[in-house]
């Protein structure tokens, strides 16, 4: 690596999109319209949240904070991704490099945990709606939230600590359109047995206990609904779910097979880096917004206020 004693490699060259101009014109021009449309749902949510005095309620908390995540981790890749296929020399510095890979541990990380506390949201408004205030009161959520970005940051700075110390003379190759910590092992010239281990340790740790609160939370939140007697209930019950389950199946999906997939810059890796870093930040406000009847009103007093502005 740069920061290695006897390191000669100062940038790593990122060759995981085409190369043929006009196909690169068409993929900046895609890459272009889905960044501004994710900048623009990500912040239209946080704006209606921030100011819509019936969108206070603890879902709609973690909803802002999944919306300043999926901007943050949005905005980690797509930049660099469009600056590069304007350029004939697709590289990134090493140092730039480890960054991307941090801040993605960190933005991705805190997101995984941020999706399992909205299923623990919804297992306590669904399974105990008389204690829900008690149980997802303000400072119990602020204290989640802070506990989820310490945990993320953690995880990233224990992967990132042990990158440092890799290094890279031969083979400045990455294969993938950005830098995610599975393809810098196979460029070090040093051991990376100690670097796979902490990142299989923060797999199994990290990414399977978020999931396994996850699935816990919803084996109790179908009990719970499947004993509701009327047909109209369940459904309307099951329905304040269904954003949610949608958002951690796009997220959750491609990235667990992503990291368990051999690093190999196959045609299917990529696209499921796609999928859980560029992808999921544009679906997820729409996810929520559109089956969100509380959402959408909230967008048209927004719209309305908008106007009369105008006037």
């Known amino acids: 690596m740069a920061l290695g004693n006897h ?3 100062t940038e790593l060259l990122l060759l995981g999109l085409p190369e043929d101009p006009d196909i690169q014109a068409l993929l900046f021009l895609f890459f272009l319209v889905i960044y501004l449309l994710t900048l623009m749902g990500n912040l239209t949510m946080l704006l209606l949240i921030t100011t819509d005095s019936h969108l206070q309620s603890p879902m709609y908390f973690f909803l802002s904070h999944l919306s300043f995540l999926d901007l943050c981790y949005s905005s980690v890749t797509v930049p660099k991704i469009l600056e590069n296929l304007l350029s004939q020399r697709k590289s990134i510095s090493v140092e730039g490099c480890l960054a991307q890979v941090f801040f993605l541990l960190v933005t991705g990380g805190t997101e995984g945990l941020l999706l399992s506390l909205m299923a623990y949201d919804r297992y306590a408004a669904i399974c105990h709606p008389l204690k829900y205030g008690q149980i997802m009161s303000k400072q119990m959520c602020r204290g989640l939230m802070w506990a989820s970005w310490g945990l993320g940051c953690l995880d990233a700075l224990a992967n990132l600590l042990l990158a440092l110390n890799l290094d890279f003379c031969k083979l400045q190759t990455i294969h993938h359109y950005s830098c995610e910590l599975p393809s810098l092992f196979s460029l070090s010239c040093s051991d990376t047995s100690a ?6 340790c923060s797999f199994i740790l990290h990414a399977m206990g978020t999931y396994l609160l996850v ?9 719970t609904i499947l004993s509701i007697s009327s047909t109209s209930g369940r459904s309307k019950t099951f329905s304040t779910c269904s954003s949610h389950l949608t958002a951690v199946s796009l997220f959750y999906g491609s990235a667990f097979l992503r990291y368990l997939m051999p690093t190999s810059g196959s045609s299917l890796e990529l696209i499921l880096s796609i999928q859980y870093s560029v992808i999921t930040p544009l679906l997820n406000p729409l996810i929520y917004s559109l089956k969100n009847k509380e959402v959408k009103a909230a967008l048209k007093r927004l719209m309305l206020r908008y106007l009369q502005c105008l006037r």
């Open 215 to 223: 699935f816990f939370s919803y084996d109790h939140i179908v009990s």
């Open 7 to 9: 390191s000669t490699i």
């Open 195 to 200: 670097n796979v281990a902490m990142l299989l």
